[in-house]
């Protein structure tokens, strides 16, 4: 596997690995002189061979522990002081994973082909016909020690993305004596035909050390994020026998781990990162062919992909100033990398890297169309009243060359979510009440505040309903006097769905919210966008909740809320510009003798539907709901949960 052969060979899975050093949370010592480098692969220089990677560990670990050390010093001071699915498309509409980009799919507990329901447990992948009154429990895939948590669907094949616990690396070959053992983290792609549903069967796997933190399919071509960090526990000995390499498993070539060859290491020289920036790719529709692995010392912590891109985000802790005070030290700001891959029907290129103000929220903050990269940031520490904390929109062109921007939005507040729609950028931040900005990006190097809206709660998801409205989902709140006649506490109470009308850019509206339950309640879909059901043809929305109450009780001098549990299950909102928000429905699988906290095994984790049928699937059932009809017409019990271990 040498450098060409990537290039001009077909590249159809990327599995991007990050093997994060423990301290690479925290980011890296940012160098201000330098926001903008390597246009071009040529430019980036190759690992050479073993004694020039633990040459390289060792420099960058000594940068990152100097950096470490002045922090920590100063902070003690202070402290001191203070398958099928093509083929239902004409026929049957069948929901599918809510998405950021349109035709590109994203890996998620579920799937459905429109014929059968495919759902991720714990410990196992279970399939169910998914057949109206007449729906039933198929077939289950269990793999020792494995645990799957996102799945894929192409043509007939099941693509089961997890961790494996049983190691790929030999740990005879290592002869280095060290008291404490190596942990290395494993990604595993298994790929199931599944023409059979009843007995699927199991024709690739390919492990990769590293922890899955998000996947992107486009096609045929499946992209992967991981995250590990290499045993640098080692590095200060004078001589290693243990091979730092990151270890891959491919079973179109061997049983066996093999390390990656030098051939396919790369660094970036102005980069203190000790960890692995792996990309790894396969063929879907040729699962004969290697996986091609390469590798980048870098790291990442959030990825967009676009149709072209593939865009690599990753904090930058800026180095503590000796003529700071120590509580600015503390809170030393953080910035962003961003480095970009070009796509193009399969094949991974690197082009281009900047550094941003700031800090992402999550992949919604990045953006790309018509040849600009558009990103959110919030920079700053909310705590600090002398520097605030303040938010950010910045445009930059496909090479990373800065365009535009718009800065200090809501000083004090923090963005908690960001939607790009067309040439327009709606950001909510928050710290006591919601300001909704709608941010004119028609010309890319005049970002333009266009008007703002400022309502209790926050949203910590934004959904386009169309071209003139966008829902919110996420929290209400509400403020609490404090004694001392300091700012008032702000605490959650209960889930909301608000409808915004941004026909009127310049005067967005709320023009109808639902607040459901109280302090305590909780969605998934406040954290992870893919919980989000929606209808293809209907404006039927849905998501799984557990809700509560809360009370004010005083006990002597001590004040505290009291939760009590109130229901868990699907929520089922017709939601429009003409009607607002309406519950259409709830569906529970939990049962009547649950009173005082839902039964963990009965709470619903997703809702997918075909045609008028919607199916609600937790880890013991499947519930099968006719929505002309509007009740629950089947229930069918699924396999006790295995243990893992």
Avoid at 33 to 54: V, Y
Avoid at 409 to 418: F, M, P
Wanted: with cysteine; hydrophobic share 35%.
């Amino acid at each position: 596997m040498n450098n060409k052969s990537w290039l001009v060979g077909g590249i159809s899975i990327v599995l991007v690995v990050c093997l994060f050093f423990i301290f690479s949370n925290s980011g890296e010592k940012l160098d201000n002189k330098s926001t903008q480098s390597f246009k071009n692969i040529d430019t980036l220089p190759n690992i050479k061979d073993k004694d020039q990677l633990i040459s390289l560990l060792k420099e960058r670990t000594k940068a990152k522990q100097k950096l470490f050390s002045i922090t920590e010093k100063e902070s003690t001071m202070a402290d001191n002081a203070s398958g099928k699915g093509a083929k239902n498309e004409g026929a049957s509409p069948v929901s599918k994973t809510n998405e950021q980009v349109s035709g590109i799919d994203e890996g998620d507990i579920i799937k459905t082909d429109g014929d059968f329901i495919y759902f991720a447990r714990d410990s196992d992948v279970i399939i169910t016909q998914a057949n109206n009154e007449n729906s039933k429990f198929i077939s289950k895939i269990t793999e020792k020690n494995f645990n799957p948590t996102e799945l894929y669907l192409h043509d007939n094949l099941l693509i089961i993305i997890g961790h494996t616990i049983t190691k790929i690396r030999d740990t005879k070959k290592n002869a280095d004596n060290i008291s404490m053992p190596i942990h290395h983290n494993q990604t595993t792609v298994f790929v199931y035909d599944v023409a059979n549903r009843t007995a699927p069967k199991k024709m690739r796997e390919v492990t990769i050390e590293g922890t899955l933190t998000a996947s992107r399919k486009m096609k045929e071509h499946l992209y992967l994020i991981a995250n590990e960090y290499p045993p640098f526990q080692i590095l200060n000995k004078n001589k290693t026998n243990t091979d730092l390499r990151p270890i891959v498993k491919d079973t179109a070539v061997s049983n066996e781990g093999q390390p990656l060859d030098y051939d396919d290491m790369y660094f970036f020289p102005d980069s203190n990162e000790k960890n692995f920036l792996l990309m790894a790719t396969l063929n879907l529709n040729d699962l004969e062919k290697e996986a091609r692995v390469e590798s980048y010392l870098g790291a990442s912590q959030q990825m967009y992909m676009s149709k072209n891109h593939i865009y690599i985000a990753v904090n930058k802790l800026e180095s503590p100033d000796t003529k700071r005070s120590r509580e600015k030290m503390i809170a030393a700001p953080v910035n962003t990398e961003i480095i970009q891959f070009k796509i193009n029907r399969g094949k991974i290129t690197y082009n281009a890297k900047t550094t941003v103000n700031g800090t992402l929220i999550n992949q919604f903050a990045m953006d790309e169309r018509d040849g600009i990269f558009r990103i959110a940031t919030t920079k700053g520490d909310l705590l600090q009243d002398d520097e605030p904390s303040t938010n950010n929109l910045y445009t930059y062109d496909l090479q990373l060359n800065p365009l535009g921007s718009v800065e200090g939005l809501a000083k004090g507040e923090r963005i908690y979510s960001v939607r790009f729609m067309e040439d327009i950028a709606y950001m909510v931040t928050f710290k006591q009440v919601d300001p909704l900005f709608v941010i004119d990006l028609n010309e890319p190097k005049k970002p333009t505040v266009l008007g703002k809206l400022k309502i209790p709660g926050f949203s910590n998801y934004l959904h386009p309903l169309d071209e003139n409205h966008v829902i919110g989902f996420g929290e209400n709140t509400k403020l609490m006097e404090t004694e001392n006649g300091d700012e008032p506490l702000v605490r959650s109470d209960g889930i909301k769905i608000s409808l915004f009308d941004v026909s009127d850019l310049a005067n967005p509206k709320e023009i109808d919210n639902e607040i459901i339950g109280q302090a305590g309640s909780y969605t998934e879909l406040n954290y992870n966008h893919n919980a989000l059901y929606k209808h293809p043809k209907k404006s039927l929305f849905g998501f799984p909740a557990i809700l509560y109450k809360s009370k004010t009780v005083q006990q002597g001098e001590a004040t505290y809320e009291e939760q009590t549990y109130l229901y868990e299950g699907a929520f089922l909102y017709h939601i429009s510009a003409d009607d607002g928000i309406v519950l259409k429905d709830k569906i529970t699988h939990q049962s009547k003798n649950t009173t005082n906290h839902p039964e963990w095994q009965s709470e619903i984790r997703r809702i997918v539907s075909v045609d008028n049928t919607i199916y609600t699937l937790s880890f013991n059932q499947m519930k099968v709901y006719n929505l002309n009809e509007e009740k629950v017409i089947q229930t069918v019990k699924l396999p006790k949960i295995p243990d893992m271990y």
